[in-house]
C-alpha cells in the first residue's frame, strides 16, 4: 500500500506540471497585463517595472524560470499588490479557507451520512419522505441565493447572527457561512447514503444476519455500514471540489477574509503570480485529499486491489 | 369523388384499417409515453415551454425595455398603471423587462455551452471507446486528470480571457464541461462496438469513422439526451455564480446572476430587485431537475 501511495505521489508531479504550463501560457496569452491602469504610464517607467519582472523576457524564458522558483518553494511577487509575495497572501488567506472548507466538509458529511441512513432505514415512511424533498432544495436552489436569503432572514429580519465578516474568535459570524457551505454537500451525501443503503439493506447476507436473530442496531453498525459507505466515499473526492467552489462564493458573500477573494481579484487585475500560485495549491490539495480517499476506499471495499 | 367501381372507398377503407392496426412501438414512442405519465416531468415541460416563450415573446409587449430609463420611476415597488410590474430598479429600469432579458442571456448561454460540451464529450468518448486499448488509456486518463483539477479555476480563468464577449466565454465553459459526457459515451461505446450490426458493418468495408458516426452515436441518443437536460441547468447555475462574482455578463446587458448579485444587497429596502430573478431563476432550474430525472426514468432500459 505504501508503494501504491508512493506512485500516486509520483504521478501527481506531471499533474502539477501540466497545470502549470496550461495556466502559465492561457494567462500570458490573455489580453491585457497587472500594470494596465486608468492612466497609462509613461513608457519608461512601464519598460522598467515589466524588466524588474521579468515580463520584457521571452515568454518561454518566464516560464523556466517561474517553474525553477516554485520548484524551490518561492511563487513570486505579486505585481499588484506592492510589498506582498504571493505565498505572504496565500499564508494570510488559506488557513482560514481550509477551516472553513473543512468545517462544513464535516458537518455535510455527519448530516449527510445520519439523515441518508435514517431515511434508508425508515424507507418509504414520513422521515425517508421529508428527506427526499428537503435534499432537493440546497441541490437545485444555488448556494449564492440562498446564501443572500438567510443573511436576510437571520441577520436582517431577525437579529439572530451577524450578517457577515469575520474577527477570529468570533464563531458566530461562521455559522451561516458553514451552513451555506455545507448544505449541499450534506444533501449530495444524504442523497448517496440513502441510495446505497437501501441497496445494502436488500442483499442476501443481510437478510442472513437478520434472520440468526441478529438486532437491527448490531446489523446497522456491524454489516451494513460499512457497504453502504463505498460510493459515498468515491463522492467525497468530486465533493471537495465542490465546497472549493462554493467557499468562493461564501467568502464573497459573508465578506470573510479567506483566499478566495484574492483569487478572484488577482485573475481580474492579471496579477500572474497570485491566480498561478493559488491555483498550484488547490490542485496539490484536491490531489492530497483525492488520493486519502482513494486509501479509504480500498480499505472499505475489499475487492479493491491496489495496483 | 366516389368512382364508379367504388375502388377509392375500398382503397380508404383500407388505408385506414392499416393506420388502425397495432403498431410495434418505437423506442421513442416508448420513452415518450413514459414521459407523459410522469406527472411532475410534465408540469415542468409546461411551465419551462411557457417561461422561455414568455423571455423571448415578452420583451416585444412590455412597455419598457430593458435599459430604458424612466426617470419618474426610480427605486419604486410593482406598479401596475406604469407598466412597471415587478417594480423598477435604482435606476428607474423596468425590473421584468431586465429579468426577462436576463433568462433569455441565461438560455442562450446555457445552450450554446451544453451543444459545445456534447458534442466533443460524444466525439472524444466515442473515439476512445472504439478504438480502445493504449488511445483508450491515454485518452481517459487525460480525462481523469481534468477532472481533478478544480474546474471553477479554470472558468476564471477562461473569463479573463473571453471576459468582453459572453457567448465566447460560454463556448468556453462548454470545452470544459465535456469530461463526463465523454466517459459516459465511452462506456456504451465498449459495449456497442460488440455488437453485431457494428460487426457487419465493418464486414461491409465500412471505416472506423463511418462506424463511429454512422452507427455508434445514433445508438447513444439515451444517455446524450439525458445528460444534456442536466447540462443546461448547471450551465445556468455557473453563468449565474460568475455573474454573481462580477466575472459574467456585463452591463447594460444583463443576465439572471448578475441581477441577483445587485438585488441582494438592497433586498432589505427593495426585496423586488432580488426576488424578482431569484424566483425566475429557480422556476427554470426546478424545471429542468424534474424534466433530467423524468428523462432519466422515461428512457431507463432496465425498467421496459
Excluded at chain 1, 117 to 142: G, K, M
Excluded at chain 2, 105 to 117: F, H, K, P, Q
Amino acid at each position: 500500500m505504501l508503494g501504491y501511495a508512493l506512485r500516486r505521489v509520483l504521478t501527481a508531479i506531471p499533474i502539477v506540471l501540466l497545470t502549470i504550463t496550461v495556466c502559465f501560457f492561457i494567462l500570458r496569452l490573455a489580453p491585457g497585463g497587472p500594470f494596465d491602469g486608468e492612466r497609462a504610464l509613461p513608457p519608461d517607467q512601464l519598460r522598467n517595472i515589466r524588466a524588474y519582472y521579468h515580463l520584457d523576457e521571452p515568454l518561454v524564458m518566464q516560464f523556466f524560470r517561474y517553474v525553477a522558483g516554485v520548484a524551490q518553494g518561492n511563487f513570486g511577487p505579486s505585481m499588484v499588490m506592492k510589498d506582498f509575495t504571493v505565498a505572504r497572501l496565500i499564508g494570510i488567506g488559506l488557513p482560514f479557507t481550509l477551516m472553513l472548507g473543512f468545517t462544513a466538509f464535516i458537518v455535510g458529511t455527519v448530516a449527510g451520512l445520519v439523515a441518508g441512513a435514517i431515511a434508508a432505514v425508515n424507507q418509504n415512511r414520513w422521515p425517508d419522505y421529508l428527506l427526499v424533498f428537503v435534499v432537493l432544495i440546497p441541490i437545485i436552489i444555488p448556494n449564492f441565493l440562498m446564501a443572500n436569503v438567510v443573511q436576510l432572514v437571520f441577520g436582517v429580519y431577525l437579529h439572530w447572527l451577524p450578517v457577515g465578516g469575520y474577527t477570529p474568535g468570533a464563531w458566530l459570524n461562521l455559522v451561516l457561512p458553514v451552513l451555506i457551505l455545507a448544505m449541499p454537500h450534506g444533501a449530495r451525501v444524504a442523497r448517496l447514503t440513502r441510495g446505497s443503503m437501501i441497496e445494502v439493506l436488500g442483499t442476501n447476507y443481510i437478510r442472513t444476519a437478520r434472520s440468526k436473530g441478529l438486532g437491527a442496531r448490531l446489523i446497522l453498525a456491524r454489516h451494513a455500514i460499512k457497504p453502504a459507505l463505498i460510493p459515498v466515499v468515491s463522492y467525497l473526492g468530486p465533493g471537495l471540489s465542490y465546497l472549493l467552489t462554493g467557499s468562493l462564493v461564501v467568502e464573497q458573500v459573508f465578506a470573510l477574509p479567506g483566499i478566495g477573494k484574492y483569487f478572484i481579484t488577482a485573475a481580474l487585475n492579471r496579477d500572474y503570480g497570485v491566480v498561478l500560485g493559488t491555483t498550484i495549491l488547490y490542485v496539490f490539495i484536491i490531489l492530497a485529499l483525492n488520493l486519502i480517499v482513494d486509501v479509504v476506499y480500498a480499505w472499505l471495499d475489499p475487492k479493491v486491489r491496489f495496483r | 369523388m366516389a368512382g364508379i367501381t367504388g375502388k377509392d372507398a375500398t382503397l380508404t377503407a383500407y388505408a385506414d384499417a392499416l393506420a388502425a392496426a397495432p403498431k410495434g412501438r418505437s423506442l421513442t414512442q416508448d420513452a415518450l409515453r413514459r414521459l407523459s405519465r410522469n406527472k411532475a416531468a410534465l408540469v415542468s415541460i409546461f411551465v419551462l415551454a411557457a417561461l422561455v416563450l414568455f423571455a423571448l415573446a415578452g420583451p416585444y409587449f412590455l412597455p419598457w425595455t430593458y435599459d430604458k430609463i424612466d426617470w419618474s420611476a426610480i427605486r419604486k415597488p410593482p406598479d401596475w398603471v406604469k407598466g412597471h410590474y415587478f417594480g423598477t430598479d435604482q435606476n428607474g429600469r423596468d425590473m421584468l423587462a431586465r429579468t426577462l432579458q436576463g433568462t433569455q442571456m441565461s438560455l442562450l448561454v446555457a445552450t450554446v455551452a451544453t451543444v459545445v460540451s456534447v458534442v466533443i464529450g460524444i466525439i472524444y468518448g466515442a473515439i476512445a471507446g472504439y478504438f480502445g486499448g493504449k488511445i483508450d488509456a491515454v485518452m481517459m486518463r487525460f480525462v481523469d486528470i481534468m477532472y481533478a483539477l478544480p474546474y471553477i479555476l479554470f472558468v476564471i480563468i477562461l473569463v479573463v480571457i473571453f471576459g468582453r464577449s459572453p457567448v465566447l466565454l460560454f463556448v468556453g465553459i462548454g470545452c470544459l464541461e465535456w469530461l463526463t459526457m465523454a466517459r459516459i459515451v465511452r462506456g456504451q461505446t465498449l459495449s456497442i462496438k460488440q455488437r453485431e450490426f457494428v460487426e457487419a458493418a465493418r464486414a461491409g468495408g465500412a471505416g472506423p469513422f463511418a462506424i463511429i458516426f454512422r452507427h455508434v452515436v445514433p445508438n447513444l441518443t439515451g444517455p446524450v439526451v439525458i445528460y444534456a437536460t442536466l447540462t443546461v441547468p448547471e450551465i445556468i447555475l455557473t453563468e449565474s455564480f460568475l455573474s454573481y462574482l462580477g466575472l459574467g455578463v456585463q452591463e447594460p446587458q444583463t443576465s439572471l446572476g448578475t441581477l441577483i448579485s445587485f438585488g441582494a444587497p438592497v433586498a432589505e429596502a427593495l426585496p423586488w430587485m432580488l426576488f424578482t430573478p431569484a424566483a425566475f431563476l429557480v422556476v427554470m432550474l426546478v424545471c429542468l431537475s424534474y424534466i433530467g430525472d423524468g428523462l432519466r426514468d422515461a428512457l431507463d432500459p432496465k425498467d421496459r
